[in-house]
């Protein structure tokens, strides 16, 4: 009987898998133009609030997209091309 | 404090060992012992350079002057990078894929390498980047007075010459040692990478005074910011969002940016990491700017110019070391940018304006490589130098009285016209040269007027009654409130303005235009960018029996079983398929290539492994090659049917020589035969008349007159076949002469008379018109009539025998038909009417030879008419056309005058 060598399966779903984490990638600066561009903190009360808490809210949230975008690259790294 | 002399001095130290440290790593590099040179570490340090005087001495005026809206210039950046996997990956892959040098060759590369839009982009970035020189010129040169006491001596536009020669000679050392566009300069990105953590030490180590050595920590320092930084009800303003846009822009748009993120890029992997690097840097770079913007406005008197907090808040605490530091910082953010600002506009200048100018000027000799190189160091020299007039130009000129923050969004908003452009050649197919074109001058020409030239306030080029009142006192066209719009801020209106003008132009020409055949090549490389050669990869979802029938469909049996039983050996199997290694993949894709093109392999095995990595480049290649296949496909066919009529052709002609010759036998074998009878006849009778002595004068008058017959019916016979000889070759001579067509018709009869009269046949005729007249061989045609009349007479056995003849004139021909009422011609002989020699029974009875209607056919032919039988029921009936004016043919000579 002729041996059937297969090749490994389930690669249509780790295909998936790939391109839903690359998705998750614009999702990021999509998050960061809602809260930096658009009037939602000022909605949530954060103009009309003091400098401090201004500025306090503002490198908080900046800081958590960074984090956010250091998470990212670290799911990435299957897709990011090592040369 | 220190001196004039003693901070040049430590300028220059700082610069030594800047030099030391860019020349240890070019060493390193040229040797390739520095793997650390090439490290996400250093990339992102040196995108840093986005951090100049602007960022380090105006973020702090502007947030002294503006609250957060400086962070704006840091925010815009962020989301550009957090964002990196769908714009800066595409910019940076494409730069390798196509080794682009600059913004410029990447926009004039997209747009089908049209060298005039790379001359305008780099004009336009030369003209946008001189504010921001301008920018650092004035930073240093505030920095410089306010930290060395005894400047009083020097005025601030000396200083700032002084400091443009020293920038000027100091980039040129550094930044034009090699002349290869595409090279990365480690020398440079290492000591830049230097200047990065020293300006943001230095911005910290100020900061940590401020909040803990001035104030009672962070609590402490924002608690003052009430009293002294204005705060506006409203957090997102239209102006924030603008700023926030230019900022993210510039990361793209400016020259030495695209330098350091795409040209300087040497992995992929080293982006993923900025991204949230980058972010980092700039995060720890603004997060002391308040704490010293609210410090320097507490602690100094108002008269302090906040863009030199950072130095004069340690100064004026005599902390001359961390004062130092801080100069150093700003030295840092300042140079940094200029060389490498100064490295990327040079490269774009002697690129794409220098030399296609030099190659026009020598294109009658053949120059040596070193005449290039030469040609292009002395170009970016000289561009280097002219950069830092330009600047130092505009410092003198806006008199250096704009703040520091103004003055960069000028340049922001200038070098941002290249954004639709950029954007839309990267993600839209349909962009055309044309469009960019049109938007980057119309943006650029918007963005000068209503931003650009006002900064001069009245200095150059627009009076400041032009910008009250608007050219000829047009109001609508206020530099400032164009169109009567009212919008406060000039930044935000004219960046509306520009951007708006520039996107729906270069949108509306592009629809309008059609892109030329290399712009569309580059809209699908550039659209769907591919790095290296990842094609496929083993272990993917398929097996290597699909692989072994997908092989015998494309290469045949034979040869699918001879490819994998050699793999399979080399695998060591002696039995069985092989294992699908990368190796038998790539190999696999090579064979398929051989036949059904690279593209359509590549897809194939694509399919075949589900790996979809079917890029639209592939669909393109697919196409074209499915299109060349096609082509080849309808030459063949066309090719086939070309040789298909060929050969038919061939065939007809062969029967026809076939025929003729069979004719030929059969007209020989005829003539002899006619020949032969009355020859056998005359030998007889001449026979007899010689070998009998005693005959009867009777019987010899007989035999006699049987010979002269015989003789008569023979040179007759002779005088057909010769006649029908000159009359087939078309050797007939025709005499042509005006007759009517009742003169004719009456020849006829009149030769036929006797012989109808015999035959009791009564002859009609019908001519209409009567006056009807032609011109031609009256002779032949009177003979052809002859030969219809007497056969009808001879063969239209009827009781009451009746030859009609009718005669009318149809368009420029004459119609004769000769009919009789006899029996007519069987069907199964018609075809043989007009053969040589064809007589049926009736007619061999008769004495014909069966030459008269050949005869009559031909003459027909060379009077230039026709002559058939018409099949009717009842008797006979031929049909002559005759042209009415016969004409005669001119030789060719003749003809052609």
Known sequence: MTEKPRISEGASVLARKARKRAELAFFIPVLGCLIFLSPLLDALGFGATSLARQFLAIFFLWGALIALAFMLRRILSQEIEED | MLGFNGLVTICLVYVGILFLVAGWADRRARKGTASFLSSPIIYTLSISVYCTGWTFYGAVGSAARNGLEFVTIYLGPTLVFVGWWWLLRRLVRIGRTQRITSIADLISSRYGNNNLLAVIVTLLCVIGSTPYIALQLKSLTLSFSIFAADTDGLSPSIIGFWLAVGLALFTIVF???????????????????????????????????????????????????????????????????????????????????????????????????????????????????????????????????????????????DQFGLATLAFLGGFSAATSMVIVAAIALSTMISTH??????????????????????????????????????????????DGTAALASIGLIAFLGVAQLLPSILGGLFWNNATRHGAITGILSGFAIWAYTLFLPSFEGRLLLTEAVLQNGPFRIAWLRPEALFGSNIEDPLVHATLFSIGVNALLFITV???SVPSASE?????????????????????????????????????????????????????????????????????????????????????????????????????????????IMEYSQELELRSRELADTAAKLRLVNQKLTDLSAQKDAFLSQVSHELRTPMTSIRAFA???????????????????????????????????????????????????????????????????????????????????????????????SQVLINLVSNAVKYGEAKTP????????????????????????????????????????????????????????????????DLRYLAKPVGATFQLTVPQRRVVEQPAAIAAQ
């Open chain 2, 510 to 512: 592009s629809l309008l």
């Open chain 2, 353 to 398: 304006i220098v030399l296609p100018l030099w190659i026009r000027a020598n294109q009658d000799r053949n120059p040596q490589s070193d005449d290039v190189r030469s040609m292009l160091l002395v170009a970016r020299r000289i561009s280097i130098i002219g950069i830092l007039a330009l600047g130092y130009l505009y410092y003198t000129l806006t």
């Open chain 2, 802 to 865: 009746i030859v009609k003849i009718t005669a009318r004139l149809k368009s420029t021909d004459v119609v004769v038909s000769v009919s009789d009422n006899g029996p007519g011609i069987p069907a199964q002989h018609q075809h043989l009417i007009f053969e040589k020699f064809a007589r049926f029974t009736s007619q061999h009875e008769k004495g014909s030879a069966g030459l008269g209607l050949a005869i009559s056919k031909e003459i027909m032919r060379n009077l230039g008419g």
């Open chain 2, 520 to 628: 569309r090549l580059q809209a699908v490389r550039m659209v769907s960018p591919r790095v290296g050669e990842p094609r496929f990869r083993a272990g993917e979802a398929t097996t290597v029996e699909d692989l072994y029938i997908l092989a015998q469909r494309i290469l045949g049996r034979q040869e699918a079983k001879a490819f994998f039983e050699q793999f399979a050996a080399a695998q060591g199997r002696q039995t069985g398929l092989p294992s699908p290694t990368d190796d038998l993949m790539r190999s696999l894709e090579r064979e398929l290539a051989g036949t059904v093109g690279s593209a359509t392999a590549h897809a194939m095995l694509a399919q075949a492994v589900g790996s979809e990595d079917l890029s639209f480049e592939d669909l393109f290649a697919m196409a074209d090659e499915t299109a060349e």
């Open chain 2, 687 to 781: 026979e007899i008349l010689r070998d009998t002595s005693k005959m009867k004068a009777t019987d010899q008058r007989r035999f006699a007159s049987i010979i002269l017959d015989e003789s008569v019916r023979l040179t007759r016979l002779l005088d057909e076949i010769l006649d029908l000889s000159f009359l087939e070759s078309g050797s007939a001579k025709l005499n042509i002469s005006k007759m009517s067509m009742v003169s004719v018709v009456n020849k006829a009869l009149l030769a036929t008379e006797a012989l109808a009269d015999g035959a009791g046949v009564t002859i009609l005729t019908d001519i209409r018109p009567k006056t009807l007249r032609l011109e031609t061989d009256v002779d032949r045609l």
């Open chain 2, 175 to 317: 930044g034009t040692r090699s002349i290869d566009a595409n090279e990365r300069h480690h020398g440079v990105v290492t000591a830049i990478a230097l200047e990065a953590v020293v300006k943001m030490a230095a911005l910290l180590a100020v900061g940590v005074f401020v909040v803990w050595g001035l104030s009672d920590g962070p609590a402490d320092i924002l608690s003052k910011a009430p009293d002294v930084i204005n705060q506006s009800d409203t957090l997102i303003t239209p102006r924030w969002v603008t700023l926030t846009f230019l900022a993210a822009t510039a990361i793209i748009c400016l020259p030495r940016m695209f330098q350091v993120v795409v040209v300087e890029n040497t992995a992929e992997a080293h982006l993923a990491t900025a991204s949230w690097a980058f972010p980092l840097y700039l995060f720890f770079m603004s997060l002391f700017v308040l704490p010293i913007a609210i410090g320097g406005s507490t602690f100094l008197p108002a008269s302090a110019n906040p863009d030199l907090f950072v130095v004069s808040l340690p100064l004026a605490f």
